[in-house]
């Protein structure tokens, strides 16, 4: 299994992270395709993984098929259908970012080839003893950062926001932070609108505190959160943050909120 640290996949990596790319507005619409892909090859539409389902999947992944690839990389991360193997999972995640690392950052697979740089940064943060994959947190970083920035992926964007607010990781720099949340909270990801509406609402360091902006993408979160697993926490900030707003901040909030929710599904 090869470990990607240098060529063409080092040179995407450090040209993506010198620039701020435009975001794609349906980035995310590739990992749909794949999960569409796998129910139709189950003739349940459901997930359970039968042999000839894994064999369709293999199939199209020893063609090069990114969704194939990234479906099969999240079975044996998980273990759905599969015996657990996050070796196989990294291997699978790592062969879509080294075949298509300079794929367009717009189209049907950009968003697939971004969670793969992201689930390899993951795999590098904390290392793959399993699949030979050392700890290295700086290449993880690099790794995100380009499917931050040259793919526009709001996971990726979410995840470099939290590492500026990380002194051990790009440095204490709220500013920072708030820039990257803000492209992911803008594509709709319930956690950077929490996470920006924490900050905005609180004030960071040089960053001023704006009570009425941090209130409103507080609220707009929670209410995408509702069901999911970030519900909880979510809510904690946003509960936080309504007990000590004054009655004209919560009012002003609540209708920028309003507004603003027809951008993410009239929430």
């Known amino acids: 299994m090869r470990i990607f640290r240098a060529g ?6 450090l040209s993506a992270t010198l620039a701020l790319s435009a975001a794609p507005s349906y980035a995310q619409s590739a990992v749909d395709a794949a999960q569409a892909l796998a129910s139709a090859l189950d003739a349940n539409g459901g997930a359970a993984a039968t042999p000839e389902r894994i064999a369709a999947l293999e199939s199209a992944a020893a063609s090069g098929d990114a969704m194939a690839l990234w479906q099969l990389g999240v079975m044996y ?3 759905e259908g599969v015996a657990q193997d996050k070796g196989k999972a990294f291997g699978y995640f790592a062969q879509i970012a080294d075949q298509h690392a300079d794929t367009a950052p717009r189209g049907l697979e950009a968003g697939i080839v971004a969670h793969s740089f992201v689930k390899m940064g993951e795999y590098y ?3 793959v003893p399993e699949a030979g994959v050392p700890q290295d947190e700086a290449y993880a970083t690099k790794l995100i950062l380009h499917a931050a920035s040259y793919f526009g992926d ?16 790009l440095g204490d720099n709220p500013i920072q932070s708030a820039r990257w ?3 992911a909270a803008r594509k709709g990801h319930a956690g950077a609108q929490a996470k920006l509406g924490n900050i905005l609402f609180n004030g960071d360091g040089d960053l001023e505190a704006n009570p009425i902006e941090g209130l409103m993408w507080l609220t707009v979160a929670s209410r995408r959160a509702v069901g999911t697993p970030d519900a909880a926490w979510i809510d904690d900030l946003l509960n936080a943050a309504m007990s000590v707003a004054d009655p004209e901040q919560r009012k002003q909030a609540v209708a920028m909120a309003d507004s603003l ?5 009239g929430l």
């Open 8 to 13: 063409a996949l080092s040179v995407v990596i």
């Open 154 to 169: 709001a996971d990726a964007q979410f995840k470099v926001g939290e590492l500026y607010l990380d002194e051990k990781e």
């Open 77 to 79: 991360e998980n273990g």
């Open 125 to 127: 943060q904390d290392g």
């Open 181 to 183: 949340l803000s492209l």
């Open 261 to 265: 929710g027809t951008q993410f599904g």
